[in-house]
Nanobody, 115 residues
Framework: QVQVVESGGGLVQPGGSLRLSCAAS????????MGWYRQAPGKQRELVAT???????NYADSVKGRFTVSRDNPKNTVYLQMNSLKPEDTAVYYC?????????WGQGTQVTVSS
């Protein structure tokens, strides 16, 4: 059974940085797509950034130039480096890992941007 576990959330001031990590395990198949989504209170879950095992990336317009997604394929781990954080980045961030067309989600990690 696939397990997806995030870490690295917390409280940060506007303009600050945080790095999220996520490890996927429990399968011998490669995770083709890994990435991050977020959900703010009262809003739908939205894409933040994804990366394929070949290194192709996709970002939400709202985070382009501020966030960077990367991954370590042998470790089935994906990272999200978040810089120049804004209060509107406050949300629960969920890791996503997809293989053979099936996606798995982590439990989420809270990111709060506030002074």
């Amino acid at each position: 059974q696939v397990q997806v576990v995030e870490s690295g959330g917390g409280l940060v001031q506007p303009g600050g940085s945080l790095r999220l990590s996520c490890a996927a395990s429990g399968s011998r198949f490669i995770f083709y797509v890994m990435g991050w989504y977020r959900q703010a209170p009262g809003k739908q879950r939205e894409l933040v950034a994804t990366i394929t095992n070949g290194g192709s990336t996709n970002y939400a317009d709202s985070v382009k130039g501020r966030f960077t997604v990367s991954r370590d394929n042998p470790k089935n781990t994906v990272y999200l480096q978040m810089n120049s954080l804004k209060p509107e980045d406050t949300a629960v961030y969920y890791c996503y890992a997809e293989q053979l067309g099936v996606g798995s989600w982590g439990q989420g990690t809270q990111v709060t941007v506030s002074s």
